[in-house]
């Protein structure tokens, strides 16, 4: 079975600094999609940015951008300039491309941002 | 832009009640999805529906839970008879195709009590 592992529970950055969010999974499929959400405090999750597995361009999205490692099973979120919006929490999703109906999720990383 | 709106945004029922959850899913979308998050842990997959009917369901899913959508908007998930676990924000999604990103609501925080 697939599984997605955020390591870090928590994070902070000052505002319009950087900040890398990480994340890690474990598949033995070679095409499959991968997602960060966004999910403001009592608000729904909000899709950030997406990445197919055979791209091995990786994707961007404004001040969002991935650093996809295939071989490593890494996909981190960079956010740059960050802003006092962006503080929420950030799940990593993994869904593979034979089955579009679910997505496994990793436990999240509430991201603070310090003004 | 549009919105997958999710009611009540939070649902208190006692323990052995019946609860339904509420969702219209973004009017052009064809695939719904119903997403659970115990407190402190992962969102978890609880059960897809396409063309009127389930495509799939997680183990959690049992004989309890049952998903409808009763007329061309709403797609709501019901609880037989709840118990203390099932206590959790309950997320519905849609998307417009099988492949494309998954939109959510804000989610049904439910307290069994």
């Known amino acids: 079975a697939q599984t997605v592992t955020q390591s870090q529970p928590e994070m902070s950055v000052q505002e319009a600094e950087t900040v890398t969010l990480s994340c890690t999974y474990d598949?033995?499929?070679?095409?499959?999609?991968l997602f960060w959400y966004k999910q403001p405090p009592s608000r729904q999750m909000i899709l950030v940015i997406r990445?197919?597995?055979?791209?091995?361009q990786n994707a961007t999205e404004n001040r969002f951008s991935v650093n996809f490692q295939k071989a490593a099973k890494s996909f981190s979120l960079k956010i740059s300039d960050s802003q006092l919006g962006d503080a929420a929490m950030y799940f990593c999703?993994?869904?593979?491309?034979?089955?579009?109906?679910?997505?496994?999720f990793g436990s999240g990383t509430k991201l603070n941002v310090k003004p | 832009e549009p919105e997958v709106t999710q009611t009540p945004s939070h649902q208190v029922t006692q323990m052995g009640q019946e609860v339904i959850l509420r969702c219209v899913p973004i009017?052009?979308?064809?695939?719904f999805y119903w997403y659970r998050q115990i407190l402190g842990q992962k969102v978890e997959f609880l059960v897809s529906?396409?063309?009127?009917?389930?495509?799939?369901k997680s183990e959690i899913f049992d004989d309890q839970f049952s998903v409808e959508r009763p007329d061309g908007s709403n797609f709501t998930l019901k609880i037989r008879s709840t118990k203390l676990e099932d206590s959790a924000m309950y997320f519905c999604?849609?998307?417009?195709?099988?492949?494309?990103?998954?939109?959510f609501g804000d989610g049904t925080r439910l307290s069994i009590l």
């Open positions: 999604a849609s998307s417009v195709g099988g492949n494309q990103p998954q939109h």
């Open positions: 598949t033995s499929e070679s095409d499959y999609y």
């Open positions: 990445q197919e597995a055979y791209k091995q």
């Open positions: 999703a993994y869904r593979t491309v034979y089955n579009f109906n679910k997505f496994y």
């Open positions: 009017s052009n979308h064809l695939y």
């Open positions: 529906f396409y063309n009127n009917e389930i495509s799939e």
